[in-house]
T-cell receptor, first 114, second 118 residues
Framework: DAGVTQSPTHLIKTRGQHVTLRCSPI?????VSWYQQVLGQGPQFIFQ???????GRGNFPDRFSARQFPNYSSELNVNALLLGDSALYLC?????????????FGPGTRLLVL | AQKITQTQPGMFVQEKEAVTLDCTYD???????LFWYKQPSSGEMIFLIY??????QNATEGRYSLNFQKARKSANLVISASQLGDSAMYFC???????????????FGQGTTLQVKP
């Protein structure tokens, strides 16, 4: 079975631009979570979506938004990019996103903002 | 607020030896979950092991075991018989309690870089 997939793998943008990152969960998984990992730090939680509804949000500005589609894939959007948005963006999926469930991560999208 | 602390920025271990990676956590809730992930240089987070706060036994998965000491709020990862392929960044993470309403989130520590020497 395919794991979590993310696209694109790498991206270079300039300040002020907008970016869309995509994630496809493991087949059968209905929950998707997004994380930002700045170099040298642990991942920070951005959003969780379950059944197309936002279930959780981390401490990120409104420039960050996300959505989940009927096939459970998800997009993360970041507007008005700042240099500090340069990071590895990780997507994780799980069955319903709670309890003892493990979150399985994709390979990430490396975003560089110049 | 929940917090994970990993105090070892970097560790070295000789191939075939065992190594312990430290993790302490802070939460006031009795219900939580603890995870360890491995992150190679490629970036993907690979799940290693899980420990629930109510689990009676310490978790084990192959060469990985979790030394869970609830009273001390520690959840150290033990890797036995280290292999060269174990060289990577290791993260301890906690799932908040159900009462927080935010169980889809993992709180990560800063990570420990492990290098296995041949």
């Amino acid at each position: 079975d395919a794991g979590v997939t993310q696209s694109p793998t790498h991206l270079i943008k300039t300040r002020g631009q907008h970016v869309t990152l995509r994630c496809s969960p493991i087949s059968g998984h209905k929950s998707v979570s997004w994380y930002q990992q700045v170099l040298g730090q642990g991942p920070q939680f951005i959003f969780q979506y379950y059944e197309k509804e936002e279930r959780g949000r981390g401490n990120f500005p409104d420039r960050f938004s996300a959505r989940q589609f009927p096939n459970y894939s998800s997009e993360l959007n970041v507007n008005a990019l700042l240099l500090g948005d340069s990071a590895l963006y990780l997507c994780a999926s799980s069955l319903v996103g709670e309890g003892r469930e493990t979150q399985y991560f994709g390979p990430g999208t490396r975003l560089l903002v110049l | 607020a929940q917090k994970i602390t990993q105090t070892q920025p970097g560790m070295f271990v000789q191939e075939k030896e065992a190594v312990t990676l430290d993790c302490t956590y802070d939460t006031s809730d009795p219900s939580y979950g603890l995870f360890w992930y491995k992150q190679p240089s490629s970036g993907e987070m690979i799940f290693l092991i899980y420990q629930g706060s109510y689990d009676q036994q310490n978790a084990t998965e192959g060469r990985y075991s979790l030394n869970f000491q609830k009273a001390r709020k520690s959840a150290n990862l033990v890797i036995s018989a280290s292999q060269l392929g174990d060289s990577a960044m290791y993260f301890c993470a906690m799932r908040p309690p159900i009462s927080s309403g935010n169980t889809g989130k993992l709180i990560f520590g800063q990570g420990t870089t492990l290098q296995v020497k041949p």
